[in-house]
Nanobody, 125 residues
Framework: VQLQAFGGGLVQAGGSLRLSCAAS????????MAWFRRAPGKEREFVAS????????RYQDSVKGRFTVSRDNAANIAYLQMNSLKPEDTAVYYC???????????????????WGQGTLVTVFS
């Protein structure tokens, strides 16, 4: 499975961006999709994830109520809608896909088999 993340950019605090992750080369609907990010000088961290049918979603506490994950299984695309952005959201965002990810591991990077190249989000105040 190849993943390509795009949609990052420069945005003022309080603004919105929607990231997309296009998948190819696999059966998209089989995979749990996730978003992680790495801020400058920090470790990679979990942002959000969702099961293939969207029935189970997980969010990092700091993005709850601001970020929303969704997916279009017919188009093989996953989305991360980011609202009310803050400067601390500045990071490179990565999408990831994993097969057979159990619910308790949805926030764990090791659970994901495939990773996109990352897209930079910069939020200025």
């Amino acid at each position: 499975v190849q993943l390509q993340a795009f949609g990052g950019g420069l945005v003022q605090a309080g603004g919105s961006l929607r990231l997309s992750c296009a998948a190819s080369g696999g059966t998209f609907r089989r995979y749990t999709m996730a978003w992680f990010r790495r801020a400058p000088g920090k470790e990679r961290e979990f942002v959000a994830s969702h099961k293939w049918d969207g029935a189970v979603k997980r969010y990092q506490d700091s993005v709850k109520g601001r970020f929303t994950v969704s997916r279009d299984n017919a188009a093989n695309i996953a989305y991360l809608q980011m609202n009310s952005l803050k400067p601390e959201d500045t990071a490179v965002y990565y999408c990831a896909a994993g097969a057979g990810v159990i619910v308790s591991s949805m926030a764990t990077s090791a659970a994901y088999d495939y990773w996109g190249q990352g897209t930079l989000v910069t939020v200025f105040s």
